[in-house]
Nanobody, 118 residues
Framework: QVQLQESGPGLVKPSQTLSLTCTIA??????????WAWIRQPPGKGLEWMGA???????FYSPSLKRRIVISLNIAKNQFTLQLTAVTPEDTGVYYC??????????WGQGAQVTVSS
């Protein structure tokens, strides 16, 4: 069973860049047909899929975020990262990394609370 763990700052100032890292254990980030995603949940709202990356580096982004989001691989560390630029308080929420075969995500991290505030 693949295990994932998010890490990164819990507080980001408005207009700055939010950066989170997901570390994968029990599996390879380059495993064939596996995709790795970032999903968030604002307070009081449902889950929002932000984007995903395949082991080859191919990325898929939510149309609503594509101008501000970058997901990348760090193969040497078996990690993938999220960068979200120009954040506002509306980007506050719990951020999850998730992974699995063919865009199915049975494996999730515990979630990281990120607050955007000055």
């Amino acid at each position: 069973q693949v295990q994932l763990q998010e890490s990164g700052p819990g507080l980001v100032k408005p207009s700055q860049t939010l950066s989170l890292t997901c570390t994968i254990a029990g599996g390879s980030i380059t495993a064939e047909y596996y995709y790795w995603a970032w999903i968030r949940q604002p307070p009081g709202k449902g889950l929002e899929w932000m984007g995903a990356i395949g082991g080859s580096g191919t990325t898929f982004y939510s149309p609503s975020l594509k101008r501000r989001i970058v997901i990348s691989l760090n193969i040497a560390k078996n990690q993938f990262t999220l960068q979200l630029t120009a954040v506002t308080p509306e980007d506050t929420g719990v951020y999850y990394c998730a992974g699995g075969l063919a865009f199915q995500y049975p494996s999730w991290g515990q979630g990281a609370q990120v607050t955007v505030s000055s």
